[in-house]
């Protein structure tokens, strides 16, 4: 179902009352600039005119000049690069605004670090009040060993802890956490997750995966007014970087429809300053398609009708689910998830979902997560017969070099975040052989066998910077500097193929293309200007690159200083 008016309508009716009465000037014109339009018609031009929220017109300055009324807002762009606003097909939206008020722990260099920067933060809270997010990465210390509660145990009595990887894969909880979770030695394990335990069998802290979920439930969900403060955060984060639409990947099942109902509150009052798809959990499909919500239900500015599984964890934590061990721990080939763990009703979830109508997006890193989800999506539409389905793999990390065709063939969107590339290019070697590198964030290969790219971040697991993923994609030069030339330099892409993958490839992911992702007479006026001409400058430049404008609907949202 779809609500939004129609685009075709609105213009033939702008153009129609042109003839009828004195000309129509736009709202708003940007002129003198490079325009990057997506729209194969007319790649490139120097300015554009805004009506309403529409795109009114593109074309040379001269052209748009003449449409700039009295009343007019007239932006000069002395030459600089205009583009789509850029979509985020991955985010956590709340989970990522909420984090930004919490204690961060992304960049600390040691297990010293860490530890000193949850003691200070735990002096600024409330006793009792939990303290979360944090998203540390333990491959930044040296030695990369995971941390354990005694490390933070003093430091925190009065407050429970329970800061997460960056992968969102992997947790440690204090000892308090613990206690309040009733988590002893003789807790057994779960289908999907690991709780790691020392040489005695004691809990050390650390919790992966569905095991995450057994300090999870002793978790306080956050009131509406925190909701809201996370939202309103990761909006401004969102409008700084250019980012005009996001798809969320389900957040807390306690807290799912409470951020709906605020996504929705703000949308009433004119302040959802971020396209919003939100994506709900798989096995609560029926929740859906019941009252008959199919894919893309709702707006422009707000709509559902996906749906998130999780087919294996992550390759940071180890639970990457893969067809051959890992090189650092060889007795293991990492772990399906909890869903995956029960096939049958996995696939049962993906097939009824999908003969409803409704859109599906599965988790799947490892190659073995990647092949099975891939077999689930072949056989549910070869059950359930043709339709524009447009079923989604995240991540689609490490493939099997015979899986890479069948994305396009099956036409399977990869829906991948090209800034976990330069991050776990510093250490996969160590976990992972050479012959299965050649095929980690194949991006070069898939878009020669012809699959459509939709790209993101995972935030806040990696920044909501879309130039990063950009020039992530296009240098793959590794964060710790080691790999100049490229790591797996033969999966680069180009420039125009990362915005591509981040505006076009991104809008269709979402069942979006005809009214976004591109510049175009008649789609929404969503545009972001760039302090660098990106397809025309070393790529090693991008990342230096500066967002300065950031327009939605029509309106400045943000702009640089």
């Known amino acids: 179902m779809n609500l939004r008016p129609s685009v075709a309508l609105y213009f033939c009716l702008a153009v129609s009352a042109t003839h009828l009465s004195a000309q129509i000037f736009a709202d708003t014109v940007l002129i003198d600039g490079k325009v990057w339009t997506e729209n194969p018609q007319q790649p490139e031009a120097e300015a554009v005119a805004i009506l309403g929220n529409r795109i009114f017109q593109v074309g040379s300055t001269v052209e748009i000049r003449k449409l700039a009324g009295p009343a007019t807002k007239v932006i000069e762009l002395g030459g600089t690069r205009v583009m789509p606003g850029f979509n985020d097909a991955h985010v956590h939206f709340v989970d990522g605004g909420a984090g930004l008020a919490s204690v961060q722990l992304g960049d600390a260099n040691s297990q010293e670090e860490f530890r000193d920067r949850i003691s200070a933060f735990a002096q600024t809270q409330p006793k009792q009040a939990w303290i979360l997010n944090g998203w540390w990465d333990h491959e930044r210390w ?82 509406g007014g925190q909701l809201r403060a996370a939202v309103e955060a990761a909006e401004t984060y969102a409008a700084e970087n250019g980012v005009t639409s996001v798809q969320e990947m389900t957040v807390d099942i306690s807290t799912e429809a409470a951020a709906l109902r605020v996504y929705e509150q703000l949308l009433h009052e004119g302040r959802l300053r971020t396209r919003m798809s939100s994506n709900l959990h798989l096995p609560a499909w029926k929740q859906l398609a019941e009252p008959g919500i199919q894919a893309n239900f709702g707006g422009e500015t707000l709509h559902i009708g996906g749906l998130k599984g999780f087919a294996d964890g992550s390759l940071g934590s180890t639970t990457a689910w893969f067809f051959k061990p890992y090189l650092d721990a060889p007795d293991s080939t990492g772990i399906p998830s909890d869903e995956l763990s029960k096939p049958d009703q996995m696939y049962a979830n993906i097939a009824g979902a999908d003969k409803a109508g409704l859109q599906i997006a599965i988790h799947a890193i490892g190659d073995r997560a990647i092949n099975t989800i891939l077999n689930f999506y072949e056989r549910a539409e070869k059950e359930n017969g043709p339709a524009d389905r447009r079923f989604r793999i995240e991540h689609a990390q490490h493939l099997l070099k015979s899986d890479i065709p069948r994305f396009a063939a099956l036409h399977v969107i990869a829906s991948m975040q090209p800034y976990h590339a330069i ?36 935030w806040p697991v990696a920044p909501m910077v879309p130039l990063m993923g950009i020039y992530a ?39 979006q293309e005809s009214v976004k992702g591109s510049l175009a007479r008649g789609k929404l006026a969503d545009l972001v200007v760039l302090s660098e001409d990106i397809f025309h400058i070393d790529p090693a430049e991008i990342a230096k690159t500066r967002v300065e404008m950031t327009i939605l609907d029509g309106t400045v949202i943000y702009q640089r200083r």
């Open 142 to 223: 040296t030695p990369a060993q995971l941390p354990t509660h005694r490390l933070i145990d003093d430091s925190t009595p009065e407050n429970p802890v329970f800061v997460e990887r960056l992968d969102g894969h992997m947790a440690i909880a204090n000892a308090l956490a613990m206690k309040l979770a009733g988590i002893t030695r003789e807790t057994g394990d779960i289908a999907g997750g690991v709780i790691v335990r020392d040489a005695q069998g004691n809990p050390t802290g650390i919790f992966k995966d569905a095991a995450m979920d057994l300090i999870r439930h002793s978790i306080p969900p956050l009131s």
């Open 423 to 458: 991050d776990d290019g510093r250490w996969a070697a160590k976990r992972i052989d050479p012959e299965r590198i050649k095929t980690t964030y194949a991006f070069r290969s898939l878009l020669d066998f012809g699959a459509t790219l939709a790209f993101g971040s995972d």
């Open 473 to 511: 994609a296009v240098t793959r030069r590794t964060l710790d500097g080691k790999n100049p030339g490229g790591w797996v330099p033969e999966q680069k892409i180009t420039v125009a193929e990362s915005v591509h993958a981040y505006t076009v490839g991104s809008a269709f992911a979402e069942h």
